[in-house]
């Protein structure tokens, strides 16, 4: 089914709305949720909560792209369940994906203003359209969709060792572009 006739069915508050989301976008979901939780209780509730958050968020919303958006709010759903869950503890698995990006892009409370967030937003975004299309895949399935490096070695065909180095050299080019630009001191 097109996204338009799934957005059809969420402005018309018909509950097949959210059948037609599970079928054309549950994989993707569950596997994102499943990549940062690693508890399938945790990652199916994640599932249900996105969902539900989607249901309650369009209408108004009318996203450009319904998957991006589904999937981003799957993400976010995830990142809060797991901060939830290791509040007392750090949890290495999802941290670890986080904690190699640190060292490229400040963190939230480093950038102070909302008018800061979206020009770092719109540094990653040019930062990624300078890639090539393998880098970007790389790029986005580690450090949003959360796959492992043996995973994403996997998907390119390539060794887990190989994966971690391109990975980190992504994240140096994505450094030096973010300091030359005044974004990282």
Do not use: H
Request: aromatic share 8%; net charge neutral.
């Amino acid at each position: 089914m097109e996204d338009s006739t799934i957005l059809d069915l969420l402005f018309e508050r018909s509950e097949r709305a959210i059948g037609e989301l599970d079928r054309k976008f549950g994989a993707a979901v569950r596997k994102t949720t499943g990549n940062i939780l690693r508890d399938p209780q945790d990652a199916e509730e994640c599932v249900n909560d996105t969902w539900l958050a989607v249901w309650n968020s369009i209408p108004p919303q009318r996203p450009g792209t319904l998957g991006g958006y589904v999937c981003r709010i799957a993400r976010n759903n995830a990142v809060s369940r797991l901060r939830a869950n290791t509040a007392c503890k750090r949890d290495d698995r999802y941290d670890l994906v986080l904690d190699e990006l640190a060292e490229a892009i400040p963190s939230g409370a480093d950038v102070e203003t909302e008018y800061d967030a979206k020009e770092l937003t719109e540094a990653i975004d040019r930062f990624l359209a300078a890639q090539n299309r393998e880098e970007r895949i790389l790029f986005v399935r580690r450090y949003f969709f959360g796959d492992s490096p043996e995973q994403l070695a996997a998907r390119t065909q390539s060794s887990g060792s190989r994966v971690r180095v391109r990975l980190f050299r992504l994240r140096e080019k994505l450094k030096k572009m973010l300091q030359k630009e005044g974004l990282l001191v």
